[in-house]
């Protein structure tokens, strides 16, 4: 790491324990929680122990089983709101790190702040006992009701087609290690800086492959005029197991994405907010 990075991450500790600190690193662990379960329930469903939905609902449920574990999502769900509010911050002041004040960087946190806003509401939803159905449920109705809007099939299309092409910027950034520009690991040891860097690495290529096959059956479910071909996070990581490779490729997706969430967890430690 540059001298100029070091003196950033001092920087960035000489003015911790504010509250967009604070909010940040809140949100990170909490994304990270949700992350690394649903990892685990991928793995369980490779291995056909898939009684929960390896997506956000069935990590709540997991959540939900354990010991206080409506406390637990409520914590998850406030994670979400300084997630939001985090963002929400960048858009107004911009980001930290270099050229964090970029239009298309405000822009892209506004689009993050209302993603994560959306996430928090259906966490509490879920808190409060009224969840909805399943995940992939609520991603063919969502995707039944846009059809059926003027020019649906072009909206629907256009919505897969910007999700697939931003799970490949994803894993682009991820293998470049794009990450390494937002960290301040200023004194902290070699051995620290590598596995950030193979979590970021590893989880990002799997975060991305995810998000570019559900923008795909998106984008089919569009040119094929058909609800019932988009599917959301659980069938989407099911149908891994569908290729060639069989259950081991989900093994690895699901590895690389509980992998994510740890990267997450060093982020809410090591990176500049």
């Known amino acids: 790491m540059s001298g100029e990075a070091a003196s950033r991450g001092a920087g960035t500790v000489s ?16 994304h990270g929680v949700l992350y690394v379960l649903i990892g685990v329930l991928a793995v369980r469903v490779a291995f056909g122990g898939g009684e929960k939905e390896a997506d956000r609902q069935g990590a709540l449920q997991e959540l939900a089983d354990k010991p206080l574990g409506s406390v637990l999502i409520w914590a998850v769900g406030v994670g979400l709101v300084c997630m939001a509010l985090w963002r929400l911050s960048e858009a107004v002041f911009g980001a930290a ?38 995940g992939d449920e609520q991603s063919r109705d969502m995707t039944s009701k846009a059809l059926g809007l003027p020019a649906g099939q072009w909206l629907v299309g256009a919505v897969g087609l910007g999700i697939a092409v931003a799970g490949v910027v994803i894993a682009v950034q991820a293998a470049r290690r794009h990450f390494r520009e937002h960290l301040a690991m200023g004194g902290s040891s070699q051995g620290s800086r590598k596995a950030v860097e193979f979590l970021g690495v590893t989880g990002g290529l799997a975060r991305g492959a995810v998000f570019a096959a559900a923008g795909g059956f998106i984008l089919y479910a569009a040119l094929r005029y058909d609800p019932g071909q988009a599917k959301g996070l659980d069938d989407t990581l099911r149908s891994f197991s569908l290729t060639p490779a069989g259950p081991w490729l989900l093994v690895a997706v699901a590895v690389g994405l509980a992998l994510y969430g740890a990267f997450d967890w060093a982020m809410a430690r090591w990176r500049e907010v």
Request: charged share 20%; proline share 4%.
């Open 15 to 30: 003015r911790g324990g504010t509250v967009r600190e604070v909010a940040g690193r809140s949100g990170l662990v909490a």
């Open 97 to 134: 790190g270099p050229k964090g004040d970029k239009p298309t960087k405000r822009l892209a946190a506004a689009a993050r702040c209302v993603f994560y806003a959306v996430v928090a509401f259906s966490v509490f939803a879920f808190a409060a006992g009224s969840g909805g159905g399943s």
